[in-house]
């Protein structure tokens, strides 16, 4: 673009060059014949310009003409710069000439001194603009002294000499006019065009700053803008701005099981349908990735749930892309703004912490900001700063609460759970930072160390002479990572444990999820001889179609169905199915938070056969641990001391 119209200004200069040659060789030899027809009255005939009988003036205007003017014309077309120069000498040089033979001060051509100096201006550089105006002064001068001393007396100029003389001047000051007036007007069209140019690139850059390239949605930038000025004219009385926050659920899954390309599609679709959903007042935007804003402006009171759920269900219909069907779900958080002050920032983030607690709450879903969420929010923000430090001072501890063989009350094995003992600030309880911990990165550094320390663990166990298994929580967002896998080899690898005593629970609506990352590790894991367990078994899914899929070893029976199953017909029933379950299925059963005698017997009547609780031990840490198992004895059960007859009576119930 650039390119072309340098080469359009060249060729435009060139041929006005052409032109100006073409005038200026008529122009001289209109000033030949003028001189030889009009001029012709030599006062003294030796004198320079007479020699051998031709009038030497005549003559140079001659060669001039149609030599000199042609000469510069073949230069111009490869250097129109030196033509140019060799153009302006030659101008000044003639006319000097002329004005000198037609009666210096007082002749017409030393009228065009001015002139030539003029366009000399316009269209040299300033050294030959001076060069000529110092060489017409210098001139002046010289005519000056010329006429007091009456060394050269010149032509003497007839009445029709003057006339064309003056012919001449006007047609030179004519053009030059001209050529300077058609300058000066290309030179406004390009400033015009140039101008209309930059408003169009601008607005072009503008629409770029603003937009977000993939979807064509307002960006982060034009949505502040757009909010600041929603907010500027809304009538707060009557007026609020309602903001949704609009995050995809399982957009990374998206990403990974299919490639890229569908993701982009499927975030253009979901552009579209939220477009589609409000009005040409309100807006959509994306923030970027998975995040979407809506803002719309409404009078009060406003029914926000039904928008709510027109999103979700919009969302959640199946998107068809290149032939693939792919389903999505979004969590939404919503906070409603009244206040003129508030930045949209902090209402941005008002949203988006309603919209993490939808998440938390299962997602598909969504929250409305309030000042307790905000509460919450902050203070798990303070509990993930604490962690982090915790994190990088070594503060954390795991504790090992053993498995007992009901039967024989013989510890079978042991769980590892995250302790933070020292420096804890509040004193946190595991059930408090592990779900903070779960919700951010550091799950997958805290979660490798508790893998890589228990294996070192179970393994000193070992050589000490206790070979039992260790088991560890395993979060589903440590799963979906790649490179889990590869992280549990390298555990066993360093600590020499042997791969079948390691156990990984998982909580099961994470199996039920179709993620491959995490069953195609699991399956890996299973290879290597790593064991399976449900972890809370009996809180989450009743799909159980992944028990035998994924080949799990082990269900661990929530604390919920066991605390008081003695006196819970329910829980009896439904933990009594499990266990028949599991022994069809060859799955090993271990009953969780066993804390009472009667509660243990039940099970032990059940046929369940390994248990966990305080009835045993608390979780120790590693070395009570191995004291608890060299003092480890039978525990003898003396069912009298006990209410037999009402345990008698529930297991005929059953
Ligand atoms: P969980 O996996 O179900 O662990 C069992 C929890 O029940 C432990 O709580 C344990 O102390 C408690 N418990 C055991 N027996 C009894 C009992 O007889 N009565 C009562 N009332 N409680 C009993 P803890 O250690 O507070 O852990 C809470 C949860 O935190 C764990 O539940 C687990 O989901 C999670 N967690 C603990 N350590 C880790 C870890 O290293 N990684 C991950 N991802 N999660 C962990
Ligand atoms: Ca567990
Ligand atoms: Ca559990």
Redesign the pocket.
């Known amino acids: 673009m650039n390119n072309k119209s340098t080469e359009q200004k060249n060729n435009n200069r060139h041929k006005r060059f052409e032109t100006t040659l073409l005038a200026t060789q008529v122009l001289i030899l209109a000033s030949a014949f003028n001189a030889y027809f009009f001029g012709h009255r030599i006062t003294d005939e030796s004198q320079i310009f007479s020699m051998l009988g031709i009038r030497i003036d005549i003559l140079l205007l001659a060669i001039s003409a149609l030599v000199v003017v042609p000469l510069v014309r073949i230069l111009s077309k490869s250097n129109l710069d030196k033509a140019t120069l060799y153009y302006f000498c030659l101008l000044s040089l003639i006319t000097a000439m002329m004005a000198f033979v037609e009666g210096g001060l007082y002749s017409v051509p030393i009228m065009c001194f001015p002139i030539i100096a003029i366009f000399s201006a316009l269209h040299t550089n300033s050294k030959v603009f001076f060069s000529i105006c110092a060489f017409f002064c210098s001139v002046v001068v010289l005519m000056a002294i010329n006429h007091e001393s009456g060394w050269y007396q010149g032509t003497v100029s007839t009445g029709a000499m003057r006339m064309f003389d003056l012919l001449i001047l006007v047609l030179i000051s004519a053009y030059i006019a001209w050529i300077v007036n058609a300058d000066s007007k290309r030179l406004m069209a390009n400033l015009k065009q140039d101008h209309l140019q930059a408003l169009e690139s601008k607005k072009v850059i503008q629409h770029l700053a603003d937009t977000d390239p993939l979807t064509g949605l307002a960006n982060r930038t034009f949505a502040k803008k757009q909010f600041e000025a929603m907010q500027d004219d809304m009538d707060a009385s009557k007026e609020e701005i309602g903001l949704y926050f609009v995050d995809l659920d399982n957009f990374k899954n998206i990403n990974d099981i299919f490639d890229h390309q569908i993701g982009d599609e499927l975030l253009k679709n979901i552009a579209k349908r939220l477009s589609r959903l409000i009005d040409t007042k309100s807006l959509v935007c994306r923030l970027g990735g998975d995040e979407f804003l809506l803002f719309i402006k409404v009078r009060k009171p406003f029914n926000y749930e039904m928008l709510a759920k027109e999103i979700l269900i919009s969302l959640s219909e199946p998107h068809i892309i290149f032939g693939t069907q792919a389903e999505v779900t979004a969590s939404i958080g919503i906070t409603v703004i009244e206040d003129k002050l508030i930045s949209f920032d902090n209402a941005r983030k008002q949203a988006d912490m309603a919209m993490y607690k939808s998440k938390q709450a299962g997602k598909n879903d969504f929250y409305y900001y309030s000042k307790d969420l905000h509460r919450d929010y902050m203070r798990n923000l303070n509990i993930l700063n604490c962690l982090k430090d915790a994190l990088s001072q070594n503060l954390f501890d795991?504790?090992y609460?053993p498995k007992i063989e009901i039967e024989t009350n013989q510890v079978i094995g042991a769980?590892?759970?995250?302790?933070w003992t020292r420096d804890n600030p509040d004193n946190l309880?595991?059930?408090e930072f592990?779900p903070v911990?779960?919700s951010t990165e550091l799950?997958h550094t805290?979660?490798a160390w508790?893998i890589e320390e228990a294996c070192l663990t179970c393994q000193k166990w070992h050589l000490e002479g206790h070979e039992i298994s260790i088991a560890?929580?395993?979060?589903a967002l440590?799963l979906a990572r790649a490179g889990f896998y590869e992280m549990v080899v390298e555990a066993l690898k360093v600590s020499g444990l042997k791969a079948h005593y390691l156990e990984i629970?998982l909580?099961e609506h994470f199996l039920v999820q179709e993620n491959q990352i995490i069953q195609s590790q699991l399956k890996s894991l299973k290879k290597l001889g790593v064991t399976l367990a449900i972890?809370?078994f009996g809180t989450g899914y009743s799909n159980m179609g992944y028990l035998t899929h994924m080949n799990i070893d082990t269900l661990?029976l929530?604390?919920s169905f066991i605390?008081g199953i003695d006196k819970a017909p329910t829980a009896l029933a439904i933990v009594k199915v499990i266990n028949e379950m599991a022994v069809v299925l060859g799955i090993q059963v271990v009953a969780?938070?066993?804390?009472e005698e009667e509660e243990r017997l039940l099970l032990k009547e059940m046929g369940c056969s390994i248990g966990?609780?305080?009835?045993w031990s608390?979780?120790l840490p590693s070395k009570s641990l191995i004291e608890y198992l060299e003092n480890q004895k039978p525990i003898i059960v003396n069912i009298k001391s006990h209410d037999s007859s009402r345990l008698e009576k529930t297991l005929q119930h059953w």
């Open positions: 795991l504790h609460q769980e590892a759970l995250l302790r309880s595991p059930g592990i911990v779960e799950i805290i979660g508790v560890v929580n395993v979060s440590q629970e909580t972890d809370d661990k929530d604390r605390s969780e938070g066993v804390e966990q609780g305080y009835l608390k979780p």
